[in-house]
């Protein structure tokens, strides 16, 4: 069984460009969330896809997007990217039974300078 | 989905039980109680979680209390590689995890 996967590792953008992070599902997962984490805090969710459609979603502005595909991967865009977006980009992927459980990948690294 | 609260801090001695407490006073009948962990710049890690029973896996054991107000994860025995942060969370299936500062245990040799 294979677990979540994330791309890239680490990533340098500057403020104003725009950034792509994929995720791949754990095997037999169809929903995938993603979270940011910033230095020092917990995770926060961003949205979540449930059979490539949005279901969910939390206080984060629309310049962050997303995208489900439909072998269950995902996306996460965020255009006009500015200082703050600098995080750990998570991403989880779980079935939806009554307690589905989630399953996180190793992050993504972005830094915005 | 309820609130939690957590130590911010714990330490425990190699080799010993790590007993972690979390109050959510708040919980709702439909809520379960999830623990993950998060080791220095890593994705979180799954533990254990329940609702109502006392629950056991080959990581830790979740033990709640009958008024499902308060829980406490145990770790039997503690190794340096258990350094991390951990996050208690209740939440109805399906919905976010709502993560909070969590407690950070320290193993100490």
């Known amino acids: 069984e294979t677990g979540v996967t994330q791309s890239p590792t680490h990533l340098i953008k500057t403020r104003g460009q725009q950034v792509t992070l994929r995720c791949s599902s754990q095997?037999?997962?169809?929903?995938v969330s993603w979270y940011q984490q910033a230095l020092g805090q917990g995770p926060q969710f961003i949205f979540q896809y449930y059979r490539e459609e949005e279901n969910g979603r939390g206080n984060f502005p629309p310049r962050f997007s997303g995208l489900q595909f439909p072998n269950y991967s995902s996306e996460l865009n965020v255009n006009a990217l500015e200082l703050d977006d600098s995080a750990l980009y998570l991403c989880?992927?779980?079935?939806?039974?009554?307690?589905?459980?989630?399953?996180f990948g190793p992050g993504t690294r972005l830094t915005v300078l | 989905d309820a609130k939690t609260t957590q130590p911010p801090s714990m330490d425990c001695a190699e080799g010993r039980a790590a007993n972690l407490p979390c109050n959510h006073s708040t919980i709702s009948g439909n809520e379960y109680v999830y623990w993950y962990r998060q080791i220095h710049s890593q994705g979180p890690q799954y533990i254990i979680h329940?609702?109502?029973n006392n629950e056991t896996n080959e990581m830790a054991s979740l033990i709640i209390t009958e008024d499902r107000k308060s829980s406490t994860l145990i770790l039997p025995h503690a190794t340096l590689r258990d350094t991390a942060v951990y996050y208690c969370?209740?939440?109805?299936?399906?919905?976010?995890?709502?993560f909070g500062a969590g407690t950070i245990l320290r193993v100490k040799s």
């Open positions: 969370i209740v939440r109805v299936g399906g919905n976010k995890l709502v």
């Open positions: 329940g609702l109502k």
């Open positions: 989880a992927s779980s079935y939806p039974l009554s307690t589905d459980t989630q399953y």
């Open positions: 095997s037999g997962h169809n929903t």
